[in-house]
């Protein structure tokens, strides 16, 4: 059963730009230790990390709060399965909400896709209920 869906659209260019202008303040306020260590290494680093703010966008709509409610950025982390599949690893207010709306019986599930295409990047989370 589908709990929540979510998609976000943002230009790469916006986020290059934040990244000149404010570099470490940015990061560490948006992205986790994780996310800042996979989109460092990468040639087009700022595609990287406009994936991973599009996905905390789409996963907040998702939960059905935006960025309010006590769920913040670093809540939300984009993180790989072994397969590489991206998902969500949710914190603090974010694990809260999600605990609040998954119902009773069920374990959640976080798909994520993340696509580039120079100067857009886009995410799409959907949270399903699985039975435990």
Same mark, same amino acid.
């Given at each position: 059963m589908i709990i929540g869906l979510g998609? *976000?659209?943002i230009d790469i260019r916006r986020i %290059?730009?934040?990244l000149e202008?404010? +570099?470490d303040r940015f990061t560490n306020r948006v992205f986790t230790e994780v996310e800042q260590a996979k989109s460092d290494r990468r040639a087009n680093r700022a595609a990287s990390y406009a994936k991973r703010? %599009? %996905?905390k966008e789409a996963c907040s709509k998702a939960l059905g709060t935006g960025l309010s409610q006590g769920v913040f950025w670093r *809540? =939300?982390?984009?993180?790989?399965? &072994?397969?590489g599949a &991206?998902?969500?690893r949710l914190t603090g207010g974010a694990l809260r909400r999600l605990e609040q709306i998954m119902p %009773? +019986? =069920?374990? &959640?599930? !976080?798909?994520v896709t993340l696509t580039d295409d120079d100067?857009?990047?886009?995410?799409?989370? !959907? !949270?399903?209920a699985l039975p435990a």
């Open positions: 998609s *976000d659209l %290059a730009r934040t202008r404010h +570099g703010f %599009a %996905a *809540d =939300m982390g984009v993180v790989n399965l &072994p397969s &991206p998902t969500m %009773a +019986g =069920m374990q &959640p599930r !976080i798909h100067p857009l990047a886009q995410a799409f989370v !959907i !949270i399903e």
